[in-house]
């Protein structure tokens, strides 16, 4: 998933607070080094401007102003939903490489 970090809680189309532990974490994801590498909603890729079909994200300040709690992992191996019910906010809405190439 494509993911753009924007300056402004206004602007964010998810909030975001930033956990170190899996017991306080909705969710586990993988920044990506690759835009090929961006399949599926776990795996993230940092796009460089928010034109790109990315997800608006902002850190927020406080665990109360989040949407979702997120733990970032060291592989790709350790992505998992530890929150099922929060799944419904992070949509891929990255366009797949098969897409991509037909562009």
Known sequence: MRVFKVDSIYDAELKIWRVDSR???????????????????LLWYHVPSKFDEALKIYFVDSPYDADIKIQFVPSK????????????????????????LKE
Do not use: R
């Open 23 to 41: 017991y306080d974490a909705d969710v586990a994801v993988f920044m990506v080094t690759s835009q090929w590498d961006d399949e599926g909603e």
């Open 77 to 100: 191996f350790d992505v998992e939903w530890l929150n099922e019910e929060k799944k419904n906010l992070l949509v891929n809405n990255s366009k797949s490489v098969e897409e991509q």
